[in-house]
Nanobody, 118 residues
């Protein structure tokens, strides 16, 4: 069992930056692929980024490439999402997820709200 708690969201002006954190409980954090997803009001949840267990491999949605960076610190059981040059369309609830496969994330956090003003 893994519990995930996100933090770092907030209200920011367009062009600003945020770093989201996702703290995980449990001793097997380093075994999981970690992903970030977001859901904007009235829209379906969409994939943002993922990182493999070692941090050596990352993958991003086309819409965030070049602006978002996912990373992890297995010693701290934490995965991060650095978001630069924020745009109003980035406004969403951002959630992290953990799984043994990128096709199936078994554990989800509650999410953290990111609001970008123009």
């Amino acid at each position: 069992q893994v519990q995930l708690v996100e933090s770092g969201g907030g209200l920011v002006q367009a062009g600003g930056s945020l770093r989201l954190s996702c703290a995980a409980s449990g001793r097997t954090f380093s075994s999981y692929i970690m992903g970030w997803f977001r859901q904007a009001p009235g829209k379906e949840r969409e994939f943002v980024a993922r990182i493999d267990w070692s941090g050596g491999s990352t993958y991003y949605a086309d819409s965030v490439k070049g602006r978002f960076t996912i990373s992890r610190d297995n010693a701290k059981n934490t995965v991060y999402l650095q978001i630069n040059n924020l745009k109003p369309e980035d406004t969403a609830v951002y959630s992290c997820a953990a799984g043994y496969s990128s096709a199936l994330y078994e554990y989800w956090g509650q999410g953290t709200q990111v609001t970008v003003s123009s």
